[in-house]
Every structure is written in structure tokens, then in C-alpha cells.
């Protein structure tokens, strides 16, 4: 472990990640929410809905942030299950003053 930038071996993390009770290897799920790296929990998001115009537009943030911050993802949602991206991506770049005025397309 001497090596310079290297924290840990393949190996090494290998055999600390061995769970003896369960016998399988046990990992985290981690989550990024634009903001911090965090474990995924309905809990770590902010959420806001509207319904206009036969779209459902979700938007998702970190607690606390703004709606005119463009650190949200927001997706549009329509009557037939259709996805749609803000922007065309999941980044966390949008403000969601407004989720009906942005332009969607598929990721």
C-alpha cells in the first residue's frame, strides 16, 4: 500500500468486503445527487411535481436547494409512460422555476 495514489488493492478491497455472516460480498450503492455522493434514499432528494399540458414534469435536487438554482434533473412524463429528459440528459443543471418552458428529448 506504498504505491503513490493508490489507496488500496483490487485484493485488499476484495477480502475486507467479504460479509462472513451473509457469505457474499458486500458493497454501497452510492448515489449523486449534482451535489454531494451520497447513498440512495428517497430521503436525499428534494422532489417537485407539475401537471400541465398532459405532461407530468418530475424534478429532483439535493435538500435545500433552490428551485431557481440549475442544480435540478428534471424529466417530463406524458400519458403513454413516454421519459423525457430536460436538456436530453439526467445532469443536475436545470432551475425548476419552470419545468414546463425547458426542452425535452430522449437521453
Known amino acids: 500500500m506504498s504505491r503513490t495514489g493508490v489507496h488500496a488493492t483490487s485484493q485488499y478491497l476484495d477480502n475486507t468486503s467479504w460479509d462472513e455472516v451473509f457469505e457474499t460480498y458486500v458493497t454501497q450503492v452510492m ?7 451520497q447513498r440512495p434514499n428517497a430521503d436525499n432528494l428534494q422532489i417537485k411535481s407539475v401537471n400541465s399540458g398532459g405532461y407530468t414534469y418530475f424534478c429532483f435536487a439535493a435538500p435545500g436547494t433552490a428551485e431557481a438554482t440549475a442544480k435540478w434533473r428534471i424529466f417530463r412524463l406524458d400519458g403513454d409512460a413516454n421519459l423525457m429528459y430536460a436538456d436530453g440528459d439526467a445532469n443536475y443543471d436545470n432551475a425548476a422555476t419552470d419545468p414546463t418552458a425547458l426542452s425535452y428529448s430522449y437521453t
Open 31 to 37: 448515489g449523486y445527487d449534482g451535489q454531494n455522493l
